[in-house]
């Protein structure tokens, strides 16, 4: 394990100097011979049947090549496929203000756009709701047929027996939360380029997370079969999860490109990926905790009310992963947890960043702190007593094969000096700690398949050297600079050997794709077992020339020799080239399934299945401006547990990325919907988003750990430190000034309201 | 063999429907952000050495980017690696009028020609020669200081005893012969592409047969690692050997790419591709044939001169080619060979179709048709006599597996009534016979190595289907059609499942390029063992699912089953789904070696050493205007021994485009050189080839034939055809005014000058 030469070593990203320079290719940035510009209308109305659509005068309008609507479009699809609910572009009613009703291709923008102004779209404007609470009680606003009440899904669990636990408890707590409405806000809105080639063949380059769900759709929207059909990832700017749905931009260039015989090119104004959004669900979330006076936790009830928008995108694998969420990172002897996911006439929510653990846990780890204060110990304390541990199996039955999450505690606390601080700083100043977890990629597909979840096929020559073929995606988290490291780290070469191909549903082998913090694990396994397979191969030749057993020999900065015989070696190059003459050419390949786990009769159980978990603790300080409300957050100090890290340098990055984007959902970020459904704030000069003045002094410890079942001991880095950013604040906040707030975000007037009730002797959770 | 689905049915190229329809991209269509455009500027003297260069005005003109020189890259390079005599740019001397000697990159291509004005380049202008026989006695002219006489190359050989066989002959025919200077005239210009990322990895698209010998020359001119260095192949718009060189626009792209750092692109004016040249090889052939009463060829003495011009090239291989002709394909018990490559300074000449055949096999085939008629024989006669059939070993060692030569000769004879139009034909008609034959890939790489000449790979999942790499490159000669219908044969799909990536060093495995017929051959070889693999990995699967053994299973028409109980099937798309399932991803590689034959002691005796040939009869009616001396070719009749034709369509083509070819060349296609050694007609309009009216008739057929060494029985068929083109056109001639012409091209001048001649008394041979 610790014999490693190129994995844990801190390596720039392979894709850093062409982005520093200007010079990646971003989809938007691809230019086809003849590409015409797609552009899509969208609906004014939150709720409105569709009447009728003319669409003659933009067809009239030169240079105007094609016009399309839902009738081009008419079956129905959504990442999880069970529940198809949504088009390429709306069939019959409009269930947001913002949703896409036509689509226009065009030689260039400006006459898409004017062709847009062109399209009569007449409505039969409907009842709006825009609050899932309201929601659940207007009869009158029905917003999917099958949805009674607007209630998408509804999920109920129990493990143990709560309400006895909780009749038996020392001390229980109980609060109502609410999470806000906020979008992933990466920095390179949708774009697709769509071509259909001479023989029909249709080729989609897209800013997607994950080609394959985004290939299945398009052989099921376009009617195609999908060996017709060739996905390819440009550079990617980002995703945070709202790339890992489909998006309209994608279907409508297809479509549009098969309308017109050109290839078809659509990019999202920033107002459009508010439109599509896909961002974080608001919970309005009901969580009662019961101790015992030690400050064991004996149960949790949890009910959540998620607010899905007007389709249902991940809604399902949502809802369960927050009830999921509670029976980590502490031990819970008995949960419950009551969800419903509605729908509202919003733009839809679905993945992000964290998915499903954040709102949950800004609820936990919020109460957690309340019930140390009142049963005398420290929030610290009362966190480690109960922090889960290697091979804990939850009582919903899910297994954790290795935890470090205690030493991240110890960690953090350790140098944060929160022992020292907590409860001790001036007025306005104030520390919180909070803890967090999350999946290193899941044991299910979304639909029913058994096949191998990443595959990776090497192949060596004295030509070209290595080349590895992944699937995997690299949408900014940095896999095309981590997976060479796996391969390099198993053949004994440099990194900067390893040429990756990636992200390509034709000319690289199958992976899910990224999401669930699953690429480093899942992909990273496949990668490091094609590596074997190469090793065992030349290891075959290798023997002959060196004279010793194959079993014996390893592969170290460019040599293959004998671990009981180092001073003889075989140089990499020249054990391939023997190879080939001997045998022909040298490929192999790799792949990773996770473990399969039933579990019958309980519903939603297994959602939170995951091969492993990373853990992450936090203890954030703050400076809270008596005067304006403004939060300063001045230091944060972070531990996590993500395995052996195999690029610390990226590690670091996924860290601060989660602070910042954790920071700025709990102090400022929310869009806002008016009375008529229209969102006020759908830019990046109106949503605001933290800069780099905004950001604090991060301390980032990445604690000793390694988990064998791991690729090189790896674990995910990407979700679980964003899971105690909220909360952190909250509880630093509440240390502050002595108030506990339950609504994000957590912004200057709430908190001079707050201050202003406090003094005039109001309730101070808020 | 004959229970074939896929393989012999005619197919239309895959990359037809873009090509029509004007959407493939050759590499002068691809743009990249912020590319540059190169020019070179070129000598005026055909022989001089440069004494200065002056490029500051030119740098100094806003736009231009760079300017390189020879001194940018004085590393030799050459085809045949063992003599290296070119540079990217002249080092210290020019050696023919149109040699690079300073090369710009600039904004647009305006500003670069106008950078080219503003080089001052100062020569020493030196004595030249341009006639092979006269280089040979000038020593106040040494082009190549090691080129004694300049001479490149001297070959002899000889076998068995031609002296006394002479001696033993009844008669024998002495004959010398002279062939022109001519130009592929593929359509579309040499172009390059280079870039080099922001990490300093290079990528040359480039229109280019042989992307490995690219990738090895860039990395020795550029001091480069090989893996560092990617070539890829865009659309290629005809090679002909033309490109199966290292171009300098090649060089000249990359260079000047890592010097601005910009992409930089090279595309030829057609002047320039007649400066690059490399086309074929003007020879002096002196040839005495020696054959018994009865017609049985004793002996054969060959002495070749050829017109190399300025550089090394393909020139030794294309010698020995030549040397190596003369044994095939009749019989030939006593042969011998005299051979010289001179330079000369003119642009040089190195590979085209049929390279080192078409001159031998003019002057052969002529000599052939008098010898018949001086024994008082039908020339058809005397050619089954002597023809080789399958199983003969050339006296030179070389063995022939199978040959359908005599089903040609009497297939064209018996359907263009050749026996009896012969001699018979009015005044100015005649009819001439011709046999030919071609190698099918070669013995040796160009460089000392034992590994596999091509390697495939072949990549099946449930998503993308099956994807076939291969580093073969389609020239537009087809072979990403053939090789696809040869895995989709093997795999019992259909072609289109069959999705190819090829033509890329990083992309796709190894393969050693598209020249001397090689691709189907060989590069299917690879293809059919890959797909071969990939069957034995289903049959483990499917013999478990059909309950019978896995040695019994065969693939047809989308389906397993037993070849003894074909009742019972399992689909081939659900056979792949159960071993990704069972195993894991499926990919299988498969390769291709030739057999390798040594022969000691005997000079350059390997080089026309094949694993299989391809043969070819002709006969060929001309009407000859007794008026003007101008021929018109009315119809040819084509029989070829190609073995299995994979895609006949595809056949036909290529013996359609040979016929062409060799029309244009035997009767007026000639590069004209001034006295100053200018090219006089560098251009489509001036040098002319035939055109859509100039085409004869033409009936081909392939003969009924199996090659059981190759991939379902194919061989060559690109190179072939045109081997009998020339002689049966000038045996058409002798046979419609009864003049032998021995010098190329036979234009309409030197035929009414014939006629002229013969009218008054003098010789009929010219």
Chains 1, 2 share one sequence.
């Not at 989609?204 to 390819?232: E, F």
Request: aromatic letters at 8%.
């Amino acid at each position: 394990m610790k014999d490693l030469t190129v994995v844990g070593k801190s390596l720039p990203r392979v894709d850093a100097p062409a982005k520093v320079r200007g010079e990646a290719l971003y989809s938007d940035d691809l230019v086809l011979p003849h590409m015409a510009f797609g552009k899509i209308k969208r609906s004014p109305h939150a709720h409105a049947l569709i009447t009728s659509i003319h669409y003659e005068r933009a067809l009239a309008l030169p240079g105007v090549l094609a016009v399309i609507t839902g009738e081009d479009a008419p079956t129905a699809y959504g990442i999880v496929p069970q529940a198809p609910t949504e088009y390429a572009l709306a069939v019959d009613k409009v269930r947001y203000a913002g949703e896409g009703v036509a689509a226009v291709a065009a030689v260039d923008e400006e006459t898409a756009e004017e062709a847009l102004e062109r399209i009569e779209v007449e409505y039969e404007v409907l009842p709006a709701v825009f609050d899932p609470l309201e929601a659940m009680e207007r009869p009158d606003v029905v917003i999917h047929a099958k949805a009674k009440n607007n209630v998408m899904y509804e999920g109920k669990q129990e493990f143990g027996d709560v309400d006895k636990a909780m009749a038996a408890s020392d001390f229980v707590l109980e609060r109502r939360f609410k999470t806000s409405y906020v979008n992933h806000a990466f920095l390179e809105p949708h774009s697709a380029l769509a071509h259909f080639d001479a023989n029909g063949f249709l080729t989609v380059y897209s800013s997607t997370q994950i080609p394959h769900y985004l290939h299945r759709t398009l052989s099921l929207v376009l009617a195609l079969p999908m060996n017709r059909i060739r996905v390819s990832v440009p550079a990617v700017g980002g995703g945070f999860g709202g790339k890992g749905e489909v998006a309209s931009s994608e279907l409508c260039a297809a479509l549009l490109a098969r309308k017109t015989g050109r290839p078809v090119k659509v990019t999202y104004e920033r107002s459009e990926v508010f439109a599509q959004h896909k961002g974080r669900h608001p919970c309005v979330m009901e969580m009662k905790i019961g101790v015992s006076r030690e400050g064991i936790i004996q149960a949790v009830d949890f009910d959540n009310i998620l607010d899905g928008g007007a389709y249902g995108g991940w809604g399902i694998i949502v809802l369960f992963y927050t009830a999921a969420m509670i029976h980590l990172p502490y031990k819970v002897p008995n949960a419950r947890f009551h969800g419903r996911r509605v729908y509202t006439n919003k733009p839809t929510t679905g993945a992000m960043r964290g998915l499903g653990g954040v709102q949950p846990r800004f609820a936990m780890e919020s109460m957690l702190e309340d019930i140390a204060k009142e049963l005398g110990m420290s929030p610290y304390d009362l966190r480690l007593r109960n922090a889960v541990e290697s091979g804990y199996t939850t009582r919903s039955n899910v297994y954790v094969p290795q935890a470090e999450f205690k030493k991240c505690l110890e960690t953090a606390a350790e140098r944060s000096g929160y022992l020292e601080k907590q409860g001790k700083l001036p007025p306005g100043r104030g520390i919180g700690m909070a803890g967090g977890y999350y999946i290193s990629g899941t044991a299910y597909t979304l639909y029913m398949s058994y096949k191998p979840h990443s595959s990776a096929l090497i192949r060596v020559d004295t030509e070209g050297g290595i080349t590895l073929y992944t699937g995997a995606t690299d949408i900014g988290q940095g896999s095309n600079t981590v997976l060479p490291m796996i391969a390099a780290e198993e053949l004994g070469v440099e990194a900067s050997e390893v040429h990756i191909i990636s992200g390509d549903t034709q000319l690289t082998p199958f992976d899910l794709g990224s999401f669930a913090s699953r690429v480093t694990y899942g992909a990273g396994q496949a990668v490091r077992s094609a590596a074997q397979a190469i090793n065992r191969k030349l290891y075959e030749v290798a023997a002959v020339e060196l004279g010793v057993r194959a079993d014996q020999l390893i592969s170290r900065e460019g040599r293959i020799f004998s671990r009981y015989e180092p001073v003889r070696t075989l140089d990499f190059t020249a054990a391939v080239a023997k190879y080939i003459d001997a045998r022909g050419p040298l490929s192999a390949m790799g792949h990773y399934s996770p473990p399969r786990k039933g579990m019958k009769g309980v519903q939603g159980a297994n959602i939170g299945q995951s091969p492993t978990f990373g853990f992450s603790a936090q203890v954030t300080e703050v400076e809270v401006d008596l005067e304006t409300g403004q939060v300063k957050v001045l230091k944060v100090t972070e531990a996590g547990d993500c395995g052996q890290p195999i690029n610390p340098m990226s590690v670091e990055g996924q860290v601060e990325g989660s602070i910042v984007m954790g920071m700025g959902q709990a102090l400022f970020e929310e869009i806002k919907v008016g009375s008529d459904g229209r969102l006020l704030n759908p830019s990046l000069h109106d949503y605001k988003i933290p800069t780099a003045i905004d950001i604090p002094e991060i301390d980032s410890t990445i604690v000793e750990s390694y988990d064998p079942s791991a690729p090189f001991g790896a674990k995910e880095s990407g979700e679980g430190p964003i899971q105690p950013v909220i909360p952190a604040i909250a509880n630093a906040i509440c240390d502050a000034i002595g108030v506990r707030f339950l609504e994000l975000p957590i912004t200057a007037e709430k908190i001079l309201q707050a201050l202003k009730d406090k003094n005039s002797g109001k309730s101070v959770s808020l």
